[in-house]
Each structure stands twice: as C-alpha cells, then as structure tokens.
C-alpha cells in the first residue's frame, strides 16, 4: 500500500484534485500515522537504552504533533517538487520518472 501510495505521489501528471481525494488522503494519513508511531517507539527506546527512562508524555505530545505535521507537509512539498522537475524537464514525463526514482530512492526517500 505504502508502495503504491510512493508511487502516485511521485506521478508527475497527478493533478492536485486527484492528489487531495479521499483515496489519495487516507494513504497519507494511514501513512503519516504508521511512521509516527514507528518514530515515537523508536525515540522512547533510544531514550530508555541511553537514559534509562522513556520520555515522559508531554514531550511525547510534541514528538508525535510535529511529525504529523511534518510528515503531512512533507507529501505536499513532494509532490510539488515533482510538477517543479517536470515543468523544468519540458514535460518530458519518461526523463521525470527516471529523475524522480534515481533522486527519492538515493536520498530523499532514504531521509
């Protein structure tokens, strides 16, 4: 699901109407949620491994408000990178796509 979800939000000729649907918004959220608590238990067991202690939860508030925020606002800034590199790339889709999985898979998806 995450795959397919990568996968539309790097299409270059997704409009932005398709890109906010119900469809396309409950996988960013579904995904923005499995991330954030897969970051937050990680963050409590680097803490108890170094600290002996988990976070306490008021910081535990913030860690899981910034990443929902970052995350969701990370898909958005993503995805208008990608119109940015197709319209820089003369809407030359198969220059775009070779561009986007060589440039997300090296860095930024790995980031």
Do not use: A
């Not at 170094?50 to 910081?59: A, E, H, P, Q």
Request: net charge positive; proline share 1%.
């Amino acid at each position: 699901m995450l795959g397919k979800l990568y996968l539309q939000t790097i299409d270059p000729k997704t409009t932005w109407s398709i890109f906010f649907s119900i469809k396309i918004l409950s996988r960013i959220l579904v995904s923005v949620l499995f991330h954030t608590i897969l970051y937050t238990l990680f963050s409590n067991m680097v803490s108890f491994i170094f600290f002996g202690k988990i976070l306490n939860t008021s910081i535990n508030i913030r860690l899981i408000t910034c990443l929902i925020i970052f995350m969701f606002l990370g898909y958005i800034g993503r995805f208008m990178h990608v119109k940015q590199v197709y319209k820089d790339f003369n809407y030359d889709y198969e220059k775009t796509s070779q561009y986007l999985n060589t440039h997300y898979n090296s860095w930024i998806f790995i980031g």
